[in-house]
């Protein structure tokens, strides 16, 4: 890949100095001997409740795990792909392990074990110690529960369930609307909740589900004028079945919802199989979760723990950053190692992270179902979850975000053909999983309108499009780092090609041949503005990087309508504040404010038009300090923008505010308040992965900047992946570097040694 453009005329002139110079000592690939222990969660009392809870997980299924002051393990699964007829990612059921005689009484200890990828539990002391450890198998949807004893014990499992008979939907009150304004689909009066079915005449196993048996689907296609789809589509809910099969060792049958232990023992192992399904009978379901419990039966155990193990090895070795030297250090290290945690628990599914809790809301306020903002996709939201995969190189985990978006296409393309008469692939702002519009969409009082896009109820996300562009420029990034030409070719050429046709086909030129970009939202802050610069520059970012890639890697015919492009982009909206001057949101004049967010800051993140190492340095950094919506909260960015503009100091501040906002009510220190969204807060997460990444390795048209915003009191030891699949890693120890090396080793020449945006000399 060609870069765009050369590099600034100082970092080039730092190039020549370093290129070659840098002692590299000996940086292994493998995390530092005890820094990822040191990261542990260790509990040292029972907790009362599902607030209490440590999350683990496997990528698809997931768990919330406490033990309770009767010293009974308790934990909710869940799985990324079960919804239920709502539209809502659901929990599976929640699990009771009850244990005899009660260990907990002689004492406990509870342990997130990072390395192994475990919750470790041991009750009592000396002989009498009962040790346990739970796991969800990194290869299959298997969440394991093994205890041991020298002195015999019995045990008792039980599923509770609270989706019992059927009944209306409504959510807790005070947020009946919000839950309301997500997911309605069809009227609510007509919206339900079905019960769980437990199947019975088992003898040795518990077997339950979730089955849907009606669906918004189709009406949703009809409401929106999209009945063309579903002909040929297939209903995405209806039918849809997921649940569990929880087994034992030696474990037999008590009633409709428990097993127990036939007599005491020393050993013994409690293991729930997860399945979703679509089953055009239940008995589909049931024969086909029953052959993975037939399969379990013959595993290998102590080989899937090992293999399990190996998993979590390469994970936490694939890219890592260790700070110390202070207090503050130490905290946000560990903050930025238990996020990555709970993103590789939930990241491997059939759909994205939900940026609402993720997989691990419990019962806060109604049932461990709920979640304000419910189950739609806010794309602005989402993505925050994915770009800090970039530099960590969890780029499998990014998979399940572009797939899902991917699928959207034929029915993105139909909506703009309907809606708006002309070509192109036309995503709406909030989407349920499959691409319908959400938002209330035709739920209250019809406008005069052209357009159905004037449906959507809320006017903060009617005219916002800049989601799509975001979305390529994230593809972009993910081939640029991954150098996957199968991606390419079947991902970033055709969608990014029908995204950008859809905006030439939609703006009117003005007198000097520029798209008039108008209505159009700048986020959610302005609406209806005009040249809005998250659009500007988000348009300008990515026709760029696409006209700088290798001619082999773009179409002839999409490479000419993308220079013709080009040359149709408005200027960037500027002004002056203070004498100074800045970009500014919209072009003016300025209407009214309806949001928190920093629109003019769009060119520094997510498009990196501004920076350290590219030009117009300075305005960029005045418009930061002139922003109006000053915060590094939630989805706010003010620590990713100070980071990429070498604000050293006000990035670490925002950071350690960022890292000490865990959620009040929550035991585990990365479950994230709630703020603008719902706890564990995915958004807040991923804007401290993004911004702890920033302040140590950004790359710049080819150059690689190492510590550009690193605290100069701050040691360091990291790993983190870049552009043209380059690796870099790094130790950095009382202001000197220990090792800094890249691999592949030709890229050695592009490192460039930054402090607070300036290359050090």
């Known amino acids: 890949m060609t870069p765009m453009k050369a590099i600034s005329p100082v970092l080039?002139?730092?190039?020549?100095?370093?290129?070659?110079?840098?002692?590299?000592?000996?940086?292994?690939?493998a995390t530092p001997p005890g820094a990822l222990e040191a990261c542990n969660v260790v509990w040292d009392s029972p907790s009362t409740g599902s607030l209490g809870?440590?999350?683990a997980g496997n990528g698809e299924t997931g768990i919330n795990l406490w033990v309770d002051r009767d010293g009974d393990i308790l934990f909710y699964a869940a799985r990324t792909d079960a919804l239920d007829e709502n539209v809502r990612p659901c929990k599976l059921g929640r699990v009771r392990v009850r244990l005899s005689p009660n260990p907990v009484a002689q004492g406990f200890r509870q342990t997130l074990n990072l390395a192994e990828g475990c919750i470790d539990l041991a009750f009592g002391t000396g002989e009498d110690q009962l040790r346990a450890r739970a796991w969800v198998d990194a290869n299959q949807q298997v969440v394991h529960l093994e205890m041991h004893s020298a002195r015999p014990f019995t045990v008792s499992a039980a599923v509770e369930l609270w989706r019992t008979e059927e009944r209306p939907f409504r959510g807790p009150a005070g947020d009946e609307q919000r839950e309301d304004h997500a997911i309605a689909e069809y009227?609510?009066?007509?919206?339900?909740?079905?019960?769980?079915?437990?199947?019975?005449?088992?003898?040795?196993?518990?077997?339950?589900?979730?089955?849907?048996?009606?669906?918004?689907?189709?009406?949703?296609?009809?409401?929106?004028?999209?009945?063309?789809?579903?002909?040929?589509?297939?209903?995405?809910?209806?039918?849809?079945?997921?649940?569990?099969?929880?087994?034992?060792?030696?474990?037999?049958?008590?009633?409709?919802?428990?097993?127990?232990?036939?007599?005491?023992?020393?050993?013994?192992?409690?293991?729930?199989?997860?399945?979703?399904?679509?089953?055009?009978?239940?008995?589909?379901?049931?024969?086909?979760?029953?052959?993975?419990?037939?399969?379990?039966?013959?595993?290998?155990?102590?080989?899937?723990?090992?293999?399990?193990?190996?998993?979590?090895?390469?994970f936490w070795n694939r890219s890592y950053i260790f700070a110390?030297?202070?207090?503050?250090?130490?905290?946000?290290?560990?903050?930025?190692?238990?996020?990555?945690?709970?993103?590789?628990?939930a990241g491997r599914g059939h759909l994205p992270i939900k940026f609402n809790g993720s997989m691990f809301v419990v019962d806060r306020v109604y049932d461990a179902d709920y979640r304000r903002w419910g189950g739609g996709y806010w794309l602005q939201n989402t993505r925050l979850v994915y770009w800090p995969m970039l530099a960590s190189g969890d780029f499998d985990m990014m998979r399940p975000f572009f797939e899902m978006y991917f699928n959207m296409l034929p029915l993105s393309r139909e909506r703009s053909r309907v809606y708006f008469h002309h070509e192109g692939a036309y995503f709406p702002e909030v989407v349920s999983f499959w691409g319908a519009s959400l938002n209330n969409y035709g739920r209250?009082?019809?406008?005069?309108?052209?357009?159905?896009?004037?449906?959507?109820?809320?006017?903060?996300?009617?005219?916002?499009?800049?989601?799509?562009?975001?979305?390529?420029a994230l593809m972009i990034?993910?081939?640029?780092?991954?150098?996957?030409?199968?991606?390419?070719?079947?991902?970033?050429?055709?969608?990014?090609?029908?995204?950008?046709l859809w905006w030439d086909r939609h703006w009117p030129l003005d007198a000097r041949g520029k798209w008039n970009i108008s209505p159009a939202n700048a986020l959610e802050t302005y609406i209806n503005a005009w040249n809005n610069l998250p659009d500007v520059a988000g348009l300008r970012w990515d026709i760029d990087q696409l006209l700088a890639l290798a001619p082999a890697d773009l179409p002839p015919e999409l490479r000419a309508r993308l220079r013709a492009m080009s040359a149709k982009v408005p200027d960037l909206p500027r002004g002056r504040i203070d004498g100074e001057q800045v970009l500014l949101a919209v072009e003016p004049p300025l209407p009214p404010r309806y949001n928190h967010e920093s629109p003019e800051l769009y060119g520094v993140f997510p498009y990196r038009l501004f920076g350290v190492g590219r030009p117009e340095l300075d305005v960029a950094r005045a418009t930061f300090a002139h922003r109006q919506e000053p915060s590094a909260m939630g989805w706010k960015q003010d620590d990713t923008h100070a980071a990429l503009l070498g604000l050293t100091e006000v990035a670490k501040d925002n950071l350690v505010q960022r890292v000490r906002a865990k959620d009040p009510a929550s035991r585990f220190p990365a479950f994230w308040q709630t703020n603008y969204d719902w706890s564990p807060d995915q958004d807040h997460g991923g804007n401290l992965l993004r911004t702890f990444q920033a302040m140590v390795l950004q790359e710049t048209d080819g150059k690689i900047l190492v510590t550009p915003a690193w605290p100069k009191t701050w040691n360091v030891t990291f790993r983190l992946h870049t552009a043209n699949q380059t690796v870099v890693s790094g130790r950095r120890e009382g202001g000197a570097w220990a090792g800094l090396v890249t691999e592949p080793a030709t890229r050695q020449g592009d490192i460039v040694l930054v402090h607070d945006g300036v290359p050090e000399r």
């Open 12 to 29: 080039r002139l730092a190039v020549a100095v370093l290129a070659g110079g840098i002692a590299a000592g000996r940086v292994c690939a």
């Open 444 to 472: 209250h009082e019809k406008p005069a309108f052209g357009a159905p896009t004037e449906w959507i109820y809320s006017h903060s996300t009617r005219h916002h499009y800049n989601g799509m562009l975001e979305l390529v």
């Open 53 to 55: 809870s440590m999350p």
């Open 187 to 314: 009227p609510q009066e007509q919206r339900r909740i079905y019960p769980d079915t437990l199947v019975t005449g088992e003898s040795d196993r518990i077997t339950w589900y979730h089955r849907n048996r009606v669906s918004p689907w189709a009406d949703s296609l009809r409401l929106q004028q999209l009945t063309g789809m579903a002909g040929g589509g297939t209903d995405p809910l209806l039918n849809r079945t997921f649940g569990g099969v929880l087994t034992g060792t030696d474990l037999v049958r008590r009633g409709d919802h428990e097993l127990a232990s036939r007599q005491p023992v020393k050993d013994a192992r409690v293991e729930l199989v997860t399945h979703t399904q679509f089953a055009p009978q239940a008995a589909d379901w049931t024969a086909a979760v029953g052959s993975r419990v037939t399969a379990l039966a013959g595993t290998d155990r102590p080989r899937a723990w090992a293999e399990h193990r190996r998993w979590w090895g390469e």
């Open 324 to 345: 110390s030297g202070s207090p503050e250090a130490e905290e946000v290290t560990r903050a930025y190692v238990l996020q990555r945690w709970i993103q590789a628990c």
């Open 477 to 500: 990034d993910y081939y640029r780092y991954t150098g996957s030409q199968k991606f390419l070719r079947d991902r970033l050429v055709p969608f990014a090609s029908e995204i950008l």
